[in-house]
């Protein structure tokens, strides 16, 4: 059983930054791939982005390429997401979440998008883009 907790949310202006962390515990996380996650009011859950445990492979929704940035660090079980360059649409509750990718046979693009669930989530933390 992995548990995932998650920090970092907050008020951001248009253009800031914020470091989301994904704190995890009770497995290594070395053979989970993880995924962040974000859901607006209103919206369907949005796959931002994501990271193998096999190789390190990434995949990044559009709509955050070149701005968001997706790492891990199995020493410290804890993923991480680089946010630059926030815009008003970023705007959501993220969600982390692991699957044990190393017994999948998916790309990682496949493990980020619906409809696939990966196995274990977070309880998400507030990101609100807003002068």
């Known amino acids: 059983q992995v548990q995932l907790v998650e920090s970092g949310g907050g008020l951001v202006q248009p253009g800031g930054s914020l470091r989301l962390s994904c704190a995890a515990s009770?497995?290594?996380?070395?053979?989970?791939?993880i995924g962040w996650f974000r859901q607006a009011p209103g919206k369907e859950r949005e796959g931002v982005a994501c990271?193998?445990?096999?190789?390190?492979?990434?995949y990044y929704a559009d709509s955050v390429k070149g701005r968001f940035t997706v790492s891990r660090d199995n020493a410290k079980m804890t993923a991480y997401l680089q946010m630059n360059t926030l815009k008003t649409e970023d705007t959501a509750v993220y969600y982390c979440?692991?699957?044990?990718?190393?017994?999948?046979?998916?790309?990682?693009?496949?493990?980020?998008?619906?409809?696939?669930?990966?196995?274990?989530w977070g309880q998400g933390t507030r990101v609100t883009v807003s002068s």
């Open positions: 009770g497995y290594t996380l070395d053979y989970y791939a």
């Open positions: 979440a692991a699957d044990p990718d190393h017994i999948r046979t998916i790309t990682i693009q496949d493990i980020c998008t619906a409809p696939y669930d990966l196995e274990y």
């Open positions: 990271i193998s445990s096999r190789d390190g492979s990434t």
